[in-house]
Nanobody
Framework: QVQLQESGPGLVKPSETLSVTCTVS??????????WAWIRQSPTKGLEWIGY???????SYSPSLKSRTSISRDTSKNQFTLQLRTVSPEDTAVYYC?????????WGRGIQVTVSS
């Protein structure tokens, strides 16, 4: 059974870059037809899809966040990473990584990231 675990700093200063990594066990980032996503949830915006990286390595991003977002992967470590640039307090949220097979999502537990000086 796949397990996903988010890690990264819980506090980021405004205008800096938020970086969160998802470590995957029990599954491979390169398994055909799977996608590996980042999603966030905040009290003000609710659940928001950020983007994903496909098994092929190609990426797709939310139009509203695309200019500030990068998702990359390290297949040797079975990890994928979200970078969100030039953050503001509005980016404060619980960040989740997830695996998608096109029908269902397997979620990590999430990590709280607060943007504050």
């Amino acid at each position: 059974q796949v397990q996903l675990q988010e890690s990264g700093p819980g506090l980021v200063k405004p205008s800096e870059t938020l970086s969160v990594t998802c470590t995957v066990s029990g599954g491979s980032l390169t398994t055909n037809f799977l996608s590996w996503a980042w999603i966030r949830q905040s009290p003000t915006k609710g659940l928001e899809w950020i983007g994903y990286i496909r098994y092929s390595g190609s990426t797709s991003y939310s139009p509203s966040l695309k200019s500030r977002t990068s998702i990359s992967r390290d297949t040797s470590k079975n990890q994928f990473t979200l970078q969100l640039r030039t953050v503001s307090p509005e980016d404060t949220a619980v960040y989740y990584c997830a695996r998608s097979n096109g029908l269902d999502l397997d979620w990590g537990r999430g990590i709280q990231v607060t943007v504050s000086s």
